[in-house]
């Protein structure tokens, strides 16, 4: 399932956290909104020594500010992985995916015909044990028929 952003997940209701939870990758592009929040917080804090103080800090892997400035990035979670940024180039910016789209249109000789099915029936009369009465002007009489 592909959503711009998961705020489109809410029209299901109770059932869109279970939606996002059984998704094995989820992609972020840049520019989101509340969701950088939520996406601080999965991706967690680390611990580092600042240089001059020789303290020991914590800072979010990523900020909301961060992720929502993504440009030519994405923000990958695999599901049960550590989360991965990744440097994406348009298709457009790719000449050699771009020889690769580029299509030539089939022309209608090279079309292939379209396959003619026909419809054949196996006659079943040698089978019938009475021939059908052609006389069915009354309703009381009815002819039954019998395939063995």
Do not use: H, W
């Not at 998961?6 to 520019?31: D, F, M, P, V």
């Not at 020789?54 to 993504?70: D, G, P, Y």
């Not at 910016?93 to 419809?119: C, F, G, H, S």
């Not at 040698?126 to 059908?132: C, D, G, I, L, V």
């Amino acid at each position: 399932m592909r959503v711009q952003s998961e705020s489109q997940l809410e029209k299901y209701g109770k059932k869109a956290q279970n939606i996002k939870n059984n998704c094995n990758i989820k992609c972020y592009y840049g520019g989101l909104g509340q969701e950088t929040f939520e996406l601080e917080k999965v991706l967690g804090k680390f611990e580092y020594e600042d240089a001059k103080t020789k303290q020991v800090r914590q800072r979010s892997l990523m900020t909301a500010s961060e992720i929502r400035e993504l440009k030519d990035e994405i923000l990958i979670i695999p599901s049960g992985e550590k989360p991965i940024k990744v440097k994406v180039k348009p298709a457009y910016q790719q000449p050699q995916l771009m020889k690769r789209l580029a299509l030539e249109p089939v022309e209608e000789d090279n079309l292939i015909a379209p396959l003619a099915y026909t419809t054949q029936y196996i006659d079943l009369d040698s089978y019938r044990e009475e021939k059908p009465n052609s006389n069915n002007n009354s309703q009381d009489e009815t002819s039954s028929t019998t395939l063995s």
